[in-house]
């Protein structure tokens, strides 16, 4: 399989309460493809996970926001409500949207891209409690675990929790990765 040693990807947590599994599972997915992983958060140092995991983060939100990126991932639990309406993570998000790169988000962070505007008229899924916020921003909501989808030509990927975690983790590997193509057909 093709390794992601070309791709950078920062994954956006907050400094506290942020679901363990849906940073964990991701990372490691991403870890295992080789990509180039930033922990972002509020300011560079420890963030507690509300599970007991305490993450580095390397880089604080706004230096990412200066960044380009191959893919931002926006990690759920109840910390993530920090971002819900920070436009700094609004204009990551849509500034990464823009240049045509992946923007995931899982179980509470979804909410993030809907307040940003991003997922107006779009599917996506977060956790149930979360829903009726992604339809008043105008989500066409989703009952599925793992939602891909396109905005603006670029992808989107959202997932609904901590049991849809490996499945989100996987589908951010395999959409850095690009169609299968065996015979490096691609090349031609």
Not at 9 to 15: F, M, N, T
Not at 169 to 181: F, M
């Amino acid at each position: 399989m093709k390794e992601l040693s070309d791709k950078k990807v920062a994954i956006v947590i907050a400094p506290e309460f942020f679901r363990d599994e849906e940073y964990a599972q991701p990372h490691a997915s991403l870890n295992l493809a080789k990509a180039d992983i930033t922990t972002v958060s509020r300011a560079v140092g420890k963030c507690y996970g509300s599970r007991g995991s305490v993450v580095h983060a390397r880089m604080t939100l706004e230096d990412a926001a200066k960044q380009d990126w191959d893919a931002v991932v926006f990690v759920g639990g109840a910390g993530s409500e920090t971002y819900i309406d920070d436009p700094v993570a609004h204009a990551l998000a849509l500034r990464t949207n823009e240049r045509g790169k992946l923007v995931a988000a899982i179980c509470k962070a979804p909410c993030i891209l809907a307040h940003a505007g991003l997922l107006r008229g779009a599917e996506a899924t977060s956790f149930v409690d979360d829903q009726d916020d992604l339809r008043k921003h105008g989500v066409k909501v989703s009952t599925s675990p793992v939602v891909e989808t396109e905005v603006n030509g670029a992808p989107v990927i959202t997932a609904n929790g901590p049991q849809a975690a490996f499945a989100f983790g996987q589908a951010l590997v395999n959409n850095l990765r690009g169609p299968y193509d065996p015979f490096g057909l691609s090349a031609f």
